[in-house]
Structures are given as C-alpha cells and as structure tokens.
Nanobody, 122 residues
Framework: QVQLVESGGGLVQAGGSLRLSCAAS????????MGWFRQAPGKEREFVAT????????YYTDSVKGRFTISRDNAKNTVYLQMNSLKPEDTAVYYC???????????????WGQGTQVTVSS
C-alpha cells in the first residue's frame, strides 16, 4: 500500500512558476513509477508526466514539454513537478500517482493522491 499527499498548488499569474510535491508513504515507493495527471473542470483526467523508479526515464505530454520537469528523490520518498511558464490552460487539479509500469495511461496506476489545485490567471 502506498499513500500519496500532494502539495504546492496555488494561484499564479501566467508566465509564473510553481513546484508541486508528492510525499509518499508505505512500502516500495522507490520501485514504483510515478506520474502526474491533471483534470480541468468538465474535462477528463489527462496525463502530464511520468518518471521511472530510478529517475532515468521521463515522459511528458506535448503541451508541457520544455516547461515542466518531473523529478524524484527516493531518499525522501518524494516526487516533484516543476512548472514554469505557466499558461491559463494549465489550470486544473493535479494528481500524483504511483504504479508498477511506466505508462501514460491513468488506468495502469494503482495509487492516487487527493489532488492539488493549480490556477493560472491571465
């Protein structure tokens, strides 16, 4: 069992930055692929980024490439999402997830956090 708690969301102006954190507890965090997803009002949850257990592999959705960076610190059981050059269309609830496989599909992740709101004003 893995418990995930996100933090770091908030209100920021377009062009600004935020860093989301996801603290994990429970066994096997270092063996898990970790992902960030987001869900805007009226839309389906969408993939943002994922990172392998070692941190050596990362994948991003096209709309955030070059602006967002996912990273992890297994010693601290924490995964991060650094978000730069934020746009109003990045506004959403951001969810942290953990799973056995490094994929972009939400259905393959076993554990989810409660989400943190990110709002980008124009």
């Amino acid at each position: 069992q893995v418990q995930l708690v996100e933090s770091g969301g908030g209100l920021v102006q377009a062009g600004g930055s935020l860093r989301l954190s996801c603290a994990a507890s429970g066994r096997s965090f270092s063996a898990a692929a970790m992902g960030w997803f987001r869900q805007a009002p009226g839309k389906e949850r969408e993939f943002v980024a994922t990172i392998s257990w070692s941190g050596g592999q990362t994948y991003y959705t096209d709309s955030v490439k070059g602006r967002f960076t996912i990273s992890r610190d297994n010693a601290k059981n924490t995964v991060y999402l650094q978000m730069n050059s934020l746009k109003p269309e990045d506004t959403a609830v951001y969810y942290c997830s953990a799973g056995r496989f490094l994929t972009r599909a939400a259905r393959t992740y076993d554990y989810w956090g409660q989400g943190t709101q990110v709002t980008v004003s124009s």
